[in-house]
């Protein structure tokens, strides 16, 4: 099956700071989400991008599909940024999201 | 519009007992998910149903069965449970004819096997 992977696992981040976490995968996908789970445990959507560029607020996310990768950018962190990101992807046909170990963000203030 | 539901939030369970959580969307989404978090990972994905009367195994369905007789609702069904199965349980619908796949997770149900 797709294999997915996050980097970096962990990252730590001064408020105010920009951070660019990657996503990889191993096959093509018709489906990639971005998540980012509080620290409530609560699932949030951030992107859903299974190609090109968008952007909300200070999150930006690109992917590139034919090279098998996605970006989530976070400028100017703030301290209600921490928790896991999560990216998900669907390959093609399967109907399921296989979701990467995520990235653990803490941002200091 | 409530999105999605789960009951319960938080279940303490022995081992051998059986229980079942509910999933509930208000959104007329044909794809439903259950999934399972545990602590420090990524989620796994355990059933699914892309549509009324129909469900599929995931990545773990050991120990699981799953139902959906109506569409707004996927239940999940743990016959005897294990310590093994503590863990948070999610579920997630998608599809309602707008953009296509994107998910939407429910708030998460905490059980724990003792």
């Known amino acids: 099956g797709i294999q997915v992977e996050q980097s970096p696992p962990d990252l730590i981040l001064q408020e105010g700071a920009n951070s660019t976490l990657r996503c990889n995968f191993s096959d093509s996908v018709n489906n990639l989400q971005w998540f980012h789970q509080n620290p409530w445990g609560q699932l949030i959507n951030l992107f859903y991008i299974p190609s090109g560029t968008k952007q909300n607020g200070r999150l930006s996310a690109t992917t590139v599909a034919t090279e098998r990768y996605s970006l989530l950018y976070i400028s100017s962190s703030q301290t209600t940024d921490s928790g896991v990101y999560f990216c998900?992807?669907?390959?093609?046909?399967?109907?399921?999201?296989?979701f990467g170990t995520g990235t653990r963000l803490k941002v200091l203030a | 519009n409530a999105g999605v539901t789960q009951t319960p939030k938080f279940r303490v369970l022995k081992t051998g007992q059986s229980m079942t959580l509910l999933c509930a969307q208000d959104?007329?989404?044909?794809?439903m998910y259950w999934y399972r978090q545990d602590p420090g990972m990524g989620l796994r994905l355990i059933h699914y149903?892309?549509?009324?009367?129909?469900?599929a195994k995931g990545e773990v369905p050991d120990g699981y069965n799953v139902s959906r007789l109506k569409k707004q609702n996927f239940l999940l069904g743990l016959e005897s449970a294990a310590p093994s199965q503590t863990s948070v349980y999610f579920c997630?619908?998608?599809?309602?004819?707008?953009?296509?796949?994107?998910?939407?997770f429910g708030p998460g149900t905490r059980l724990t096997v003792t």
């Open positions: 959104m007329n989404h044909e794809y």
């Open positions: 149903s892309v549509g009324e009367g129909t469900t």
């Open positions: 998900a992807v669907e390959g093609s046909g399967t109907y399921k999201y296989i």
């Open positions: 997630a619908s998608s599809y309602g004819g707008g953009v296509p796949y994107e998910q939407y």
